[in-house]
């Protein structure tokens, strides 16, 4: 089993920065591939960012492409997600998640999953 536990959300203001983290404890982390996606009420859970195991490449959504960057620190079991330039659009709960096998954007194949933690962004 994997334990994932995101922190650092919290309220901000439009332009302003907040970096999250995500913590794992479990199986291998090193092997993992990981994500950040998001989710707002009413909508479904969406795709942010991914970063592979092997060698460390990323993908992001377009929404976010250029404002934030996703690393990941194997020796502290980590990921992060650093976002800049923030908008009131990314607004939303947002979710560490991981997967062992091949990189995919859908959050559905993903089976490990964090709590979630809160980001409102106002403008």
């Known amino acids: 089993q994997v334990q994932l536990v995101e922190s650092g959300g919290g309220l901000v203001q439009a332009g302003d920065s907040l970096r999250l983290s995500c913590a794992a404890s479990?199986?291998?982390?090193?092997?993992?591939?990981l994500g950040w996606l998001r989710q707002t009420p009413g909508k479904e859970r969406e795709f942010v960012a991914l970063i592979t195991w092997t060698s460390g490449s990323t993908l992001y959504a377009d929404s976010v492409k250029g404002r934030f960057t996703i690393s990941r620190d194997n020796a502290k079991n980590t990921v992060y997600l650093q976002m800049n330039s923030l908008k009131p659009e990314d607004t939303a709960v947002y979710y560490c998640?991981?997967?062992?096998?091949?990189?995919?954007?859908?959050?559905?194949?993903?089976?490990?999953w964090g709590q979630g933690t809160q980001v409102t962004v106002s403008s």
């Open positions: 479990g199986r291998s982390f090193s092997t993992m591939h």
């Open positions: 998640a991981g997967r062992y096998g091949g990189t995919n954007t859908r959050p559905s194949v993903y089976p490990y």
